[in-house]
């Protein structure tokens, strides 16, 4: 009987850490995508999107060759679409913030500010230790839609987004500048 007791307390004792570490790990998260820019592995998001964009890239300048095209699709994704993205999520978390929200669960997503005709969030999930904020719309009542997903992983005690998965449709090419 004692040592059903002992097991209930133990269980129960793991129960809270697991739920402290959560809570833990969503106020790191708060933190982290309050300066986001400073927590951002801008090589492994590059690469992530280099990843993504570069079979889907439309080549309409023949003369390149492919390392040329490679080298360009890489310093295009460096220079703009992987700043422009990152700042994307900083003004989307600064507007849920801004109206006193927090992230919601990609099961029950609440809107930042409802009313609007597009309506946007952010909503969290946990994927193999890998935290994911989904991007989130529901354009005039057609349902919510993952926009994009910010991956982020834990590196010495906090969070980094290390990775941004665009939810590109089938068959659609990339533009990439120069190329």
């Known amino acids: 009987m004692f040592s059903r007791?002992?097991?209930?307390i133990a269980l129960l004792t793991y129960s809270c850490v697991s739920l402290a570490l959560d809570a833990d790990s969503i106020g790191k998260l708060y933190s982290v995508s309050?300066?986001?820019?400073?927590?951002?592995?801008?090589?492994?998001?590059?690469?992530?999107?280099?990843?993504?964009?570069?079979?889907?890239?439309n080549i309409t300048?023949?003369?390149l060759s492919q390392k040329?095209?490679?080298?360009?699709?890489?310093?295009?994704?460096?220079?703009k679409y992987a700043p422009a993205l990152v700042m994307n999520y900083q003004h989307i978390y600064s507007q849920l913030r801004g109206n006193g929200g927090e992230f919601s669960d990609c099961g029950n997503v609440t809107p930042i500010k409802s009313g609007e005709d597009v309506l946007k969030a952010?909503?969290?999930?946990?994927?193999?230790?890998?935290?994911?904020?989904?991007?989130?719309t529901n354009g005039y009542s057609q349902g919510w839609k993952?926009?994009?997903?910010?991956v982020f992983n834990a590196v010495n005690n906090a969070f980094q987004l290390s990775a941004i998965e665009l939810q590109l449709k089938d068959g659609v090419k990339a533009y990439v500048e120069g190329i």
Do not use: W
């Open 5 to 8: 007791y002992l097991v209930a």
């Open 146 to 150: 993952t926009s994009a997903i910010f």
């Open 61 to 63: 300048n023949k003369s």
């Open 68 to 79: 040329q095209v490679d080298i360009k699709v890489r310093q295009y994704i460096t220079d």
């Open 122 to 136: 952010l909503c969290l999930s946990d994927n193999n230790g890998h935290i994911k904020v989904s991007y989130m």
């Open 34 to 57: 309050d300066n986001i820019e400073k927590a951002t592995n801008y090589e492994s998001v590059v690469e992530s999107l280099y990843q993504q964009i570069r079979p889907r890239a």
